[in-house]
């Protein structure tokens, strides 16, 4: 009995060719939802739920540490010393220097902003 030795190889291209075609409608299907996301559409419960201080957990400790001392970005200790809520609130919404834009929901910049205008 001889095998044919192109089996083994014929079955990997159409298990290869499967899955090309599976993830390109699955990436499809999540283009809409990331999309949506970006617009502000669909929040997750995460999110709209998340307090300053988790906020900053998440976006902020890399770039100014976890005790607020700064880092890469500027020490957030006494920062309402130096800028007024709706200065913190535009640095928030906006970004300055190298901190990007976007990084505090705009509904929440708010809250964010008086929370770090109280940092000791």
Wanted: aromatic share 4%.
């Amino acid at each position: 009995m001889n095998r044919n030795p192109l089996i083994p190889f014929a079955l990997i291209m159409v298990m290869g060719i499967g899955l090309i075609f599976f993830l390109s409608v699955k990436g499809l299907g999540d283009m809409k939802e990331v999309a949506k996301e970006k617009e502000g559409g669909a929040k997750t419960e995460e999110t709209a739920a998340a307090g300053p201080e988790d906020i900053y957990k998440k976006s902020c400790v890399a770039c100014h540490g976890a005790n607020y001392e700064g880092g890469v970005g500027p020490a957030l200790k006494g920062v309402g010393d130096r800028l007024s809520v709706d200065q913190i609130k535009d640095v928030l919404v906006n970004g300055r220097g190298s901190m990007p834009a976007g990084l505090v929901p705009a509904d929440q910049a708010e809250e964010m902003a008086k929370w770090l205008a109280e940092l000791k």
